[in-house]
């Protein structure tokens, strides 16, 4: 079989993706006229020219300054609309989206613009494109533990619109024990975890560990590094630990997709997944990561099929919705 109409057509849930980026250079233009923003790059390609990523910090340095021309509700809407009418074309049936209140709340943007405009475009994907669409909250990691913690009692009116939280950004010197506080009050709060374990990371089975063992995760994104440790592998394994894993993402962040560990943990039976993580900025939408990875690592539509079930297995949809698609 042509394995790019498969990997199209295959129903999958995708659990590794940023709203922010999701940032299109020509919705960054729209918007930007809108408001009133005036952008030092004029054309798409003067846009996609500053791409230029080696590492997570080359990429964060062009990530976070994009997110000027997000003010409104409306645009927090139209932003999250246009990656879901994306998201059904690439074959997505359910979607766990992370959005980053504190990249706007710390430049004065309100709380309630940006879940109130994503919440929107959520239900519509529902209504209109028969998308489930939830959304998780991440906190930044490079800011403090306070800001965390304030950002997760802002979230508290909002929590029914809100799955669960996820910790993102710059993971050195920053490790998951600064969070401990945080996780522990979302957990009782009765919000389901993730943390990024970075797959760039000095030190990353450390943080992996202290994730499963310390913070006690739902779920781990990247976090393809746990093979330095097969007992920690074991260990996932037993607990049907979700990765949610990004080939293309990686291969912009380090020189490679680390296609033999995603591969490897699959064939070993760990839950792991393909996502796309920040589509605008990596250039590959969910399906194309899946046909990345394919290509790569010579896999078969069997493959691409385990890994869409295991993209069911490690959402958090409910029992009865989850086995609805495996
Ligand atoms: C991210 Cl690639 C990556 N790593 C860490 N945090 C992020 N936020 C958005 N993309
Ligand atoms: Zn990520």
Request: glycine content about 6%.
């Amino acid at each position: 079989t042509d394995i790019t109409a498969f990997a199209f057509g295959l129903p999958k849930a995708e659990l590794h993706l940023h709203l922010e980026g999701t940032l299109e250079p020509e919705l960054k233009f729209a918007l930007a006229a809108r408001n009133g923003i005036e952008l030092a790059e004029k054309t798409v390609e003067e846009v996609k020219a500053t791409y230029d990523f080696t590492d997570l910090t080359s990429f964060l340095a062009v990530y976070y300054p994009a997110m000027r021309v997000l003010q409104t509700a409306e645009d927090f809407h139209d932003l999250a609309w246009a990656y879901l009418q994306k998201a059904k074309e690439q074959g997505v049936v359910h979607v766990e989206m992370f959005f980053d209140p504190q990249a706007h709340t710390s430049r004065g943007v309100p709380f309630e613009n940006v879940i109130t405009g994503y919440r929107r475009a959520a239900l519509r994907a529902q209504q209109e494109l028969g998308v489930s669409a939830e959304l998780i909250l991440c906190f930044l990691r490079d800011f403090s533990a306070e800001y965390a913690m304030a950002t997760l009692m802002e979230a508290l009116p909002y929590k029914a619109w809100i799955l669960g939280v996820g910790l993102d950004s710059d993971e050195r010197d920053n490790p998951p024990a600064k969070f401990a506080e945080v996780f522990a009050r979302a957990k009782a709060e009765g919000f389901l975890t993730t943390m990024h374990c970075d797959i760039d990371q000095v030190g990353s089975i450390d943080n992996i560990r202290a994730v499963i063992e310390e913070i006690g995760v739902d779920r781990i994104d990247h976090g393809t590094n746990i093979v330095e440790d097969p007992s920690l592998v074991a260990l996932a394994k037993e607990r049907g630990l979700g990765f949610t894993t990004c080939p293309v993402s990686n291969s912009f962040v380090t020189s490679q997709m680390k296609a033999d560990e995603i591969v490897g943990l699959l064939h070993e039976g760990v839950r792991v997944m393909v996502n796309s993580d920040d589509p605008a900025y990596f250039g590959a939408y969910v399906a194309e990561n899946y046909v990345a990875l394919a290509k790569q690592a010579g896999l078969e539509a069997a493959d691409l099929a385990q890994l869409a079930i295991n993209s069911f297995e490690a959402s958090w949809l409910t029992p009865a919705r989850r086995d609805a698609y495996v």
